[in-house]
């Protein structure tokens, strides 16, 4: 497995940070105001419903004024020139609502009311699956417009967060999360420091207590408000566990189902017909 050269680079990082402990002063949060909670559906696996047909461009033979045929990976291009068609005019441009107008203002304040700004949080995360242990998931995540990433350890299953792309937060706030994730699967725990010849740095992981997910912030002095973006998805994954992983489960099983039937039924090439017709006469002497 290939890991992302930003995980790469907070993994030296950690050789030159001390550990910070979850009971270490600001790394535990206070009692939420808000319940975390996601945003919307999460993606469990279930087919979307098929779309309706589109309707079929069908041109009359007496219409056709010329066919090329191409044979190309398995499949025929046919190019047919046509007899034009009448297309309808295009649209008037629409003039653009003027902000002035009391029933515009009114709108653009109900809008902001109904969504509120959000904060977008970029994620890595390693998982890493052992036999008979807890996961443990290498993370760094990088709030958008903060100098300072936070690079944690962390008992939670991140794989678990990667179905969904908005959340609220413990602190009341709106987030939009972009995760980007893999995982390695491992013998022990302790093989985690040296899986691959990757160098974390640490002679042995932090110890997480069981029970809900916690994390070790690798960091002094990670600021405040990026530390309760870590806590919030920490919070979320322990309020949401069980339909995190069932949507997550659905997920996979689509997945394997899907490679599956690839591999039974491999797609096909088809074939294709390509119309087109002159948009003005042609100049006279062009035989094109």
Request: hydrophobic fraction near 35%; proline fraction near 11%.
């Amino acid at each position: 497995m290939k890991f992302p050269s930003f995980l790469i680079c907070a993994g030296f990082a950690i050789f030159h940070s001390s550990l910070a402990s979850a009971e270490t002063p600001g790394v535990e949060a206070a009692a939420s105001p808000t319940t975390a909670r996601i945003l919307g559906q999460i993606p469990d696996g279930t087919p979307p419903p098929p779309e309706p047909p589109k309707p079929g461009f069908i041109v009359p033979t007496r219409d056709i004024l010329k066919t090329e045929t191409h044979w190309q990976g398995g499949r025929t291009i046919t190019v047919q020139q046509i007899k034009p068609i009448a297309l309808p005019a295009p649209a008037k441009p629409i003039a653009p609502p003027d902000p002035a107008d009391p029933t515009i203002q009114e709108r653009i304040t109900t809008a902001q009311r109904a969504h509120p700004e959000q904060e977008f949080l970029f994620v890595g995360a390693t998982v890493f699956r052992a036999k008979n242990a807890t996961v443990r998931s290498f993370v760094t995540l990088s709030p958008l417009g903060r100098a300072q990433p936070i690079t944690v350890w962390s008992s939670a299953d991140f794989a678990l967060l990667s179905g969904f792309s908005s959340f609220i937060g413990s602190d009341g706030e709106d987030h939009s999360l972009i995760m980007a994730w893999g995982t390695t699967e491992i013998e022990a725990i302790s093989d985690i420091p040296t899986q691959r010849g990757f160098d974390f740095g640490l002679s042995k992981i932090p110890e997480l207590p069981p029970g809900k997910a916690t994390f070790v912030v690798l960091f002094d002095h990670p600021d405040p408000a990026t530390l309760a973006s870590i806590q919030s998805l920490h919070d979320l994954y322990n309020n949401e566990h069980d339909r995190l992983l069932c949507a997550y489960q659905g997920r996979e099983r689509a997945r394997l189902q899907h490679e599956a039937e690839l591999k039974a039924n491999p797609t096909q090439p088809k074939n294709i017909v390509l119309n087109h017709w002159r948009t003005q006469s042609p100049a006279k002497g062009d035989t094109k």
